[in-house]
């Protein structure tokens, strides 16, 4: 059975040779030298959760809080959660949910965070189900963080601050790091082998952003966009025929099902739910920090929570957001694979699941099933060391 699972994990870098060549992630907020050793020093854990403002209860120690919602955030009066724009030298990364947590200081703000920061900030702040928090913070420090002092970046290596032993064990890139949990066909960040993207897979790309907009008002009979479930399915799914066409290197395995996942925090996460729980652009825009040049396309700034804005009441749970994979792939299902050229798509094998590029789930538990057998034996991920 070992010798099968390393068969496996073997076989993709065979397959999509620029598997071998893993890339190192750059940051986006360029620091000098003395602010970066200022940071190091002095890692602003996330501010403490006050008694006036409990948001759903979760403290910062991995456990669960109460799962009740429906809570104004940040909190009036509740100082310690304001907007408050990266310190210089800060991290920032891929992902929208976990910027603006951090521009408010439910994570760290200088990005390098912990895993009880982080199980705690999305239930408080998001209303995310503790099973989902613990899910998606589990593979987030053990791919890209450390195990021992569960400490991770949002964005790009800041291995000096997350592991105790200054990286002797390996660098721990954050979550820009290419093919470990970012990866290709990703909603407004551009694929890493993308000819003119360099090497670049974590920045907000605001043409993306744009596209993004136009889909789903493609399909919205609102007169004004909605970011819903027909819009983002549909999105997805040209995403993905993009990156066949024009990234060389493209590589999808069922990891990504992730990404059909993290599309369906815009209709399910980001709305608020004083407002009607209605997916609309102000809000959308202001979690990815879009700004409209009125040209189709979309400037960045640092990602804020819209103002006035409340969680959803119920929890977002790891079966919720596993309906909501099962249903965005199965409107467009895809082939699960890689490219050896632009074009050139080379469909992946995967026993017991798929066959061919296939894949014929019919429950969330055949998602789950998948999600849990990508995530700990990382297979068919990414590369062994060379
Ligand atoms: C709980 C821990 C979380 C971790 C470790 C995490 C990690 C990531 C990573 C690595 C990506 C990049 C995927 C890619 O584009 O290839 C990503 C994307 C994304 N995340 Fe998160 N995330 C977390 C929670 C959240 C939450 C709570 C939200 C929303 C409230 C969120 C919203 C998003 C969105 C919308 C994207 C897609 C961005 C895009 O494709 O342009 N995430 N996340
Ligand atoms: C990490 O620390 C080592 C030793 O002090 C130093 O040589 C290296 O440049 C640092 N790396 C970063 C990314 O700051
Ligand atoms: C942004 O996305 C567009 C559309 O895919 C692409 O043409 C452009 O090269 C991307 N820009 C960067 C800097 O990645």
């Known amino acids: ?16 040779p620029h598997l071998a060549h893993k890339g190192s992630a750059g940051i986006r907020i360029l620091p000098s030298e003395q602010a970066r050793s200022d940071v190091r020093l002095s890692r602003r854990a996330a501010a403490p959760y006050s008694p006036l403002y409990p948001y759903t209860g979760a403290q910062i120690d991995g456990l669960s809080g109460l799962a009740v919602g429906g809570i104004q955030v940040p909190a009036p009066g509740d100082t310690a959660h304001e907007y408050q724009d990266p310190p210089e030298g800060a991290y920032r990364g891929p992902c929208p949910g976990l910027n603006a947590l951090a521009n408010h200081g439910f994570l760290s703000r200088d990005g390098v965070t912990t895993f009880d920061e982080v199980v705690a900030g999305v239930q408080n702040a998001y209303n995310m189900g503790w099973d989902l928090a ?17 400490k991770m970046s949002i964005g790009g290596d800041a291995t000096n601050e997350t592991s105790i032993t200054g990286g002797l064990l390996g660098a721990e890139g954050g979550l820009n790091t290419h093919g470990t949990f970012e990866s290709d066909t990703s909603l407004t960040r551009s694929d890493y082998y993308l000819p003119g993207a360099n090497y670049d897979s974590h920045t907000f790309n605001g ?11 493609s399909t919205s009979s609102a007169s ?11 999105y997805r799914s040209q995403r993905y025929d993009q990156s066949v066409a024009e990234n060389p290197n493209l590589y999808f395995p069922p990891k990504e099902l992730h990404l059909y996942g993290a599309a369906s925090f815009l209709y399910e996460i980001f709305p608020n739910s004083a407002a009607g729980s209605v997916p609309d652009k102000a809000t959308i825009m202001s979690f990815f ?4 040049n009125g040209d189709g396309t979309y400037a960045w700034v640092p990602e804020r929570f819209p103002e006035d804005w409340y969680n959803r009441a119920t929890a977002y749970t790891l079966l919720d957001i596993a309906e909501q994979i099962l249903a965005m792939y199965l409107a467009y299902p895809k082939l699960f694979g890689g490219n050896v050229g632009a074009g050139n798509f080379v469909p992946l094998d995967l026993d017991p699941h798929i066959s061919g590029g296939e894949w014929s789930p019919s429950t969330a538990e055949d998602v789950l099933c998948l999600l849990y057998q990508a995530a700990t034996e990382n297979v068919p991920g990414e590369p062994l060391p060379a």
């Not at 613990?134 to 569960?150: H, K």
């Open 1 to 16: 059975m070992r010798a099968l699972s390393l068969l496996s994990l073997a076989l993709p870098v065979f397959a999509y």
């Open 134 to 150: 613990v899910f998606l913070a589990t593979v987030g420090v053990s791919l890209d963080g450390d195990l021992v002092t569960t």
């Open 207 to 217: 043409t993306l952003f744009g596209m993004m907009t136009a889909t789903v008002s």
């Open 224 to 234: 004004a966009p909605l970011y819903d479930f027909a819009g983002l399915s549909l």
């Open 289 to 292: 920090g879009a700004v409209d």
